[in-house]
């Protein structure tokens, strides 16, 4: 385990220049813990709610204490917390479809949302039951110069046909725009709010939670989805995914991932609600390793004179930390890097695919103990340019660091740096 004496010098400087920014994460994530903590004694969670249950699942007083703890947790009015979500674009189709209806319109007001969403959007009459060809119309609109929504636009949108549903997409995604803080989102809420009170703001929170404060259903959003697989999951949530937000639209929710009449009254939690309230438990301190791991590798990175976003010191708001590269064969040398670093599957080597739901060939590093889980060390970079690739998670910060020591020896070896 022998550290090449040039990268570890450069260890030592990016992590001294980026100390006061680690111990502002440490202050967030103690009032993050400190108010999951607060959200479990209210609600007296107990050794009994993570008995589970099998069949129909009725009377799950586990399952229902943790829909009421991340409403809590969430600032919001109810939740819907299961492992029955498949994956984070399930969970965000769930929210989506369970509250629009033919004729409505959805807009996105954050440009193109995330790559796996846009087949849930669909074309009119593509066969495949996407919202559009069940008959919602869509639109989105592009940012404009300073990254934030067309204030214009989407005021004109707005007051010509209201949206039924208005989508903000917290998290950059694999977009080289700058992610929107909670006070963003608050000041998009109050836009759309003002001109047209009846229309629903939905967030997608994916990567977002846990690294403010406060979360977008605090500032007025109406219904917001995420994966338990990321962020709230804790590295201990098997699967699943989370809705929270006002009463009636969770309940719409849930009719559309149960069945109508039924919503979230049915559901057996198969042994996973004790992993499910411990993963929320320990969400806060992960995402600040996470959190730290992406300051460090950006201090780092800068050094190096590479570009990155957000950079060491902006204000963060999601786990994403995107390094851009000068071509394809850079980005490949980092995620093969990053893989090499992981307890798990280090003895693979990543290669580009055509993954589902993505449209350019994807390269992927996930040594992970969750499959696919992205609160874990992982990297993920479209092979198109310009060549970004976006790392995102760690569960211990001490992993990021080694990481990043295994991405930069393999550019050394391949003779990249
Ligand atoms: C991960 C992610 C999704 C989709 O989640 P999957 O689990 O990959 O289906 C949607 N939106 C954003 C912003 C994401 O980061």
């Not at 009463?247 to 109508?260: D, I, S």
């Not at 990021?400 to 391949?414: E, H, P």
Request: hydrophobic share 40%.
């Amino acid at each position: 385990m022998i550290v090449p004496e040039k990268i570890a010098r450069l260890m030592e400087l990016a992590e001294a220049q980026a100390e006061p920014k680690l111990r502002e994460i440490d202050q967030r994530v103690d009032r993050n813990q400190w108010k999951v903590i607060e959200a479990f004694q209210k609600y007296k969670v107990s050794d009994y709610h993570f008995a589970g249950s099998t069949g129909y699942g009725y009377n799950d007083r586990g399952r229902e204490v943790l829909d009421l703890v991340y409403a809590q947790v969430f600032g919001a009015e109810a939740g819907l917390v299961r492992p029955h979500f498949a994956s984070g674009t399930h969970t965000i189709g769930t929210a989506l479809f369970g509250v629009l209806r033919p004729g409505d319109l959805l807009l996105y007001i954050t440009g193109k949302p995330y790559d796996t969403l846009h087949k849930v959007i669909g074309k009119p009459g593509d066969g495949l039951g996407s919202l559009q060809d069940w008959g919602v119309r869509y639109g989105e609109l592009a940012l404009a110069e300073d990254g934030m929504p067309d204030w214009d636009a989407l005021k004109d949108k707005l007051l010509s046909d209201p949206p039924k549903v208005v989508g903000i997409q917290r998290s950059r995604g694999y977009d080289w725009r700058p992610s929107y803080s909670v006070g963003q989102i608050d000041e998009m809420v109050r836009f759309v709010k003002a001109l047209s009170p009846q229309t629903i703001v939905f967030v997608d929170n994916c990567y977002g939670e846990f690294t403010e404060e406060k979360e977008p259903t605090e500032v007025g959003v109406d219904l917001m989805a995420g994966s338990l697989i990321k962020n709230p999951g804790g590295g201990l949530a098997p699967t699943g995914g989370y809705i929270v937000g006002r009463r009636e639209l969770v309940e719409l929710a849930a009719y559309r991932h149960t069945a109508p009449g039924i919503g979230g009254e049915v559901g057996a939690m198969l042994g996973t609600t004790r992993n499910i309230f411990q993963g929320l438990f320990l969400a806060p301190h992960l995402v600040g390793q996470a959190l730290k791991g992406s300051v460090f590798a950006a201090a780092l990175f800068e050094q190096l004179g590479f570009e990155t976003s957000p950079r060491w010191n902006d204000e963060r708001t999601d786990l994403i930390q995107a390094i851009r590269f000068t071509g394809a064969e850079h980005l490949i040398a980092f995620v093969q890097g990053i893989q090499k670093a992981a307890a798990v599957d280090s003895h693979v080597v990543p290669e580009p695919w055509d993954m589902p739901g993505y449209e350019h060939p994807v390269i992927m590093a996930a040594g992970t103990f969750i499959q696919g889980g992205s609160l874990e060390l992982s990297a993920d970079a479209p092979i198109r340019s310009p060549y970004i690739a976006y790392m995102q998670g760690g569960l211990t910060y001490a992993h990021v660091k080694w990481g990043v020591i295994k991405a930069l020896s393999n550019m050394i070896d391949k003779e990249l740096l």
